[in-house]
């Protein structure tokens, strides 16, 4: 099955819609990867104002894409203009980074010859 | 069906592939944080705004193809179709009272477990294929 291009020359249906995937008038560099950080409009509770923070990474590939949104921290200023940053830490996470350090530190040292 | 309907059928085709496209655009490069922060719940004074780590993957394909019997008769056909997951996973809770704000953490035991309990094997099958001297 072929495409007509005006030119009067012709390409195959798949080529055609692959030629529309990559040459999107909008796309650009970092439309494939990027990563962000992004914030939230303020929240008012009381006296205080919390901005949420989070990390974006994305990655795009002509027939789909990838997204993975984390967050970071929550940035509190109370009535009298002190800012405080709040991390938002992932014990969970820690965790799981701790044991394939020990996984990987084990076989590092198992291999080092005596 | 002819080479030029064939070319009709596709020119069709080709706004809602852009469709497609731009769904998937706001899907995964969307900048708002309202995936990984939930709206926030009064309880009483308090303010709670769960926090989560949210991944997603999506993807779609399409596809076409046409033959010729020996009768001289012929047809072609096209399709496509797509799909994607959505992971959340929980990380903390934000708790502001009137006076102090907090992050408590989301603690998963059950991963946390399994992540030790696989490295404590690792280690130990290690161990004893060394002491084997088979590394």
């Known amino acids: ?114 | 069906m002819t080479e030029l309907e064939n070319s009709q059928m596709l020119e069709d085709a080709i706004p809602a592939i852009e469709t497609v496209q731009d769904t998937m655009d706001q899907f995964i490069a969307g900048a708002d944080v309202d995936a990984v922060y939930a709206a926030p719940i009064e309880y009483g004074e308090q303010l709670i705004i769960p926090a989560a780590e949210v991944l997603g993957i999506m993807g779609f394909g399409v596809g076409s193809g046409g033959g010729q019997e020996a009768s001289g008769e012929g047809g072609s056909g096209g399709g496509g179709g797509g799909g994607g997951r959505t992971f959340a996973r929980p990380v903390a809770v934000i708790v502001a009272s009137q006076t102090q704000v907090r992050v408590e953490p989301v603690v998963d035991v059950t991963k946390i477990a399994m992540a030790f309990f696989t490295a404590f094997a690792f280690v130990i099958t290690t161990l004893i294929r060394m002491q084997r001297g088979k590394l």
């Open chain 1, 1 to 114: 099955m072929v495409y007509f291009l005006q030119d009067g020359n012709t390409i195959s249906i798949l080529e055609k819609i692959s030629h529309t995937l990559y040459t999107h008038p909008r796309r650009g560099f970092m439309d494939w990867f990027g990563i962000r950080k992004l914030s939230s409009q303020a929240v008012e509770h009381g006296p205080q104002r919390f901005e949420l923070q989070a990390l974006a990474l994305h990655l795009r590939w002509p027939y789909g894409g990838f997204t993975w949104k984390y967050p970071l921290a929550v940035k509190v200023s109370d009535g009298t203009g002190l800012v405080q940053v709040l991390p938002v830490v992932d014990i969970t996470r820690i965790a799981q980074i701790l044991s394939l350090a020990i996984i990987l530190l084990s076989v590092i040292l198992m291999r080092r010859k005596p």
